[in-house]
T-cell receptor
Framework: EVQLLESGGGLVQPGGSLRLSCAAS????????ISWVRQTPGRALEWVSG??????YYADSIKGRFTMSRDTSKNSVNLEMTALRVEDTAVYYC????????????WGQGTLITVSS | DIQMIQSPSSVSASVGDRVTITCRAS??????LVWYQQKPGQAPSLLMY???RLQSGVPSRFSGSGSGTDFTLTISGLQPEDFATYFC?????????FGQGTRLEIK
């Protein structure tokens, strides 16, 4: 069974940076399409970014500020977040698919990012 | 970006009822519509994909239909475990976009 574990969340000031990681156990993440999805305090879901193979895709709201990448040595996927804004405050989920970025079969438990001064 | 509009935003129903949730895309997305269910305190889970294909393990009381811009999720014979929030997602083009969610509450 695929298990995903996010790490790296926390409190950060506006304009700051954070790196989220999504690690997997039981599978090699290279073979999966991975998405980051966030859930705002109002409970809305927003697809943030995705990687399939080595190709990345991003939501307009974070384009140019967030970078997603694979770390094959650690069997993980990272999300480098810069120039953080208050509106980036959310629970960030890592989710995986064996087929396509939108078919998210497996989800982590989420990690909370709070952007506040 | 493609906008996904779900309705209603919330609905109250009783065990045994039939409920329909709709999702409308701002432009055609063929059949590339996915439904997720989220229970309180949990991550979303994949319910249905490509408009009408049931994810493995999902009960057959869930059904979906639609293509182009208009889609529906129907739950026939509501069970207590079905009270949750439902989100649609279009996967036709990037960026992927979710609907705002429909909260299904017990009447």
């Amino acid at each position: 069974e695929v298990q995903l574990l996010e790490s790296g969340g926390g409190l950060v000031q506006p304009g700051g940076s954070l790196r989220l990681s999504c690690a997997a156990s039981g599978v090699t993440l290279n073979t999966y399409a991975i998405s980051w999805v966030r859930q705002t305090p109002g409970r809305a879901l927003e697809w943030v970014s995705g990687i399939t193979g080595s190709t990345t895709y991003y939501a307009d709201s974070i384009k140019g500020r967030f970078t997603m990448s694979r770390d094959t040595s650690k069997n993980s996927v990272n999300l480098e977040m810069t120039a953080l804004r208050v509106e980036d405050t959310a629970v960030y989920y890592c989710a995986a698919s064996t087929t396509a970025l939108g078919l998210l079969n497996y989800w982590g438990q989420g990690t909370l990012i709070t952007v506040s001064s | 970006d493609i906008q996904m509009i779900q309705s209603p935003s919330s609905v109250s129903a009783s065990v045994g009822d039939r409920v329909t949730i709709t999702c409308r895309a701002s432009q055609g997305i063929s059949f590339y519509l996915v439904w997720y269910q989220q229970k309180p305190g949990q991550a979303p889970s994949l319910l249905m994909y490509d408009a009408s294909r049931l994810q493995s393990g999902v009960p057959s009381r869930f059904s979906g239909s639609g293509s182009g811009t208009d889609f529906t999720l129907t739950i026939s014979g509501l069970q207590p475990e079905d009270f949750a929030t439902y989100f649609c997602l279009q996967r036709n083009s990037f960026p992927l976009t979710f609907g705002q969610g429909t909260r299904l509450e017990i009447k």
